[in-house]
């Protein structure tokens, strides 16, 4: 399998993908146990992943991915212990706060999806702030899905449209899959081609269920924290070995129908 190096980038594309095209979704797992088998404090593990996150889009945006999405706090988040689940909230308000600045600079747009309004009103405001500052970016759209579960986001979908039925302003009879993926958090984007879990585990963990209906998923060992450039491209490279068939007899090359 051979590879193409497009301007500026530091590192090779497998010739079969068209990066522009691909979204790439990321369960990022294994903070806390890092920390644990460093015998450090879990939100010392969050840290670590925070920076390591960074280097990751750096290195997605460089190589012209159209979309990464990074799965960093969900609906279920909140049932961990007080003082873990306060300090992830310190370092989202440093995140937002900050890294909309460096987002812009190497013209990364910024999304979020999930139930913002459950989150701490300043951590809202400076979310809402980060993604004006990134909103002409023409490069890698970048989403944080935060306070997200994919079936809590299903059901806002079908609150959305039952409202809509019940105003007479949409037919029940019309209803069909695009009527659903319009009225997501993620409408307008394209549907996830790789979703990549990092830590060992293999399942969704309720992250972009409608979505992932079709997406290849990648699994690694490695806890989130050490997770790399390369553990990227090589999972890049796995993806376009993949034959997507989407229940039919195939698309070659990991792309769409």
């Not at 440093?94 to 460096?102: C, H, K, R, V």
């Not at 890049?236 to 993949?242: E, T």
């Amino acid at each position: 399998m051979g590879c193409r190096r497009q301007a500026g980038q530091r590192a090779c594309v497998p010739r079969e993908l068209d990066p522009s095209n691909l979204h790439v979704g990321i369960i990022m797992d294994g903070n806390g146990r890092w920390a644990v088998q460093r015998s450090l404090p879990r939100l010392a593990g969050h840290r670590a992943g925070a920076e390591n996150a960074k280097r990751i889009v750096e290195h997605a945006g460089s190589l012209g991915i159209g979309y990464l999405t990074l799965f960093v706090f969900s609906t279920e988040n909140w049932t961990r212990p007080d003082d873990e689940v306060n300090g992830l909230m310190d370092l989202f308000r440093e995140i937002f706060a900050e890294y909309s600045d460096e987002l812009a600079k190497i013209n990364i747009r910024m999304r979020a999806i999930g139930r913002i309004n459950g989150l701490p009103e300043d951590i809202q405001q400076r979310i809402f702030e980060a993604v004006d500052k990134t909103k002409h970016a023409s490069g890698m759209v970048l989403t944080f899905a935060i306070n997200y579960g994919g079936r809590a986001e299903i059901v806002d979908c079908v609150r959305s449209i039952a409202k809509e039925v019940a105003a007479g302003t949409l037919d029940p009879e019309t209803i069909d899959e695009q009527t659903v993926s319009s009225r997501l958090y993620t409408a307008g984007m394209p549907d996830p081609d790789l979703i990549i879990r990092t830590s060992g585990e293999l399942r969704l963990s309720n992250f972009l269920l409608w979505q992932a209906a079709y997406a290849e998923i990648v699994c690694v060992e490695t806890f989130w924290p050490d997770f790399r450039p390369e553990d990227f491209d090589n999972a890049l490279a796995i993806y376009a070995k993949r034959q997507r068939r989407y229940g039919g007899l195939g698309v070659p090359n990991g792309g769409r129908p």
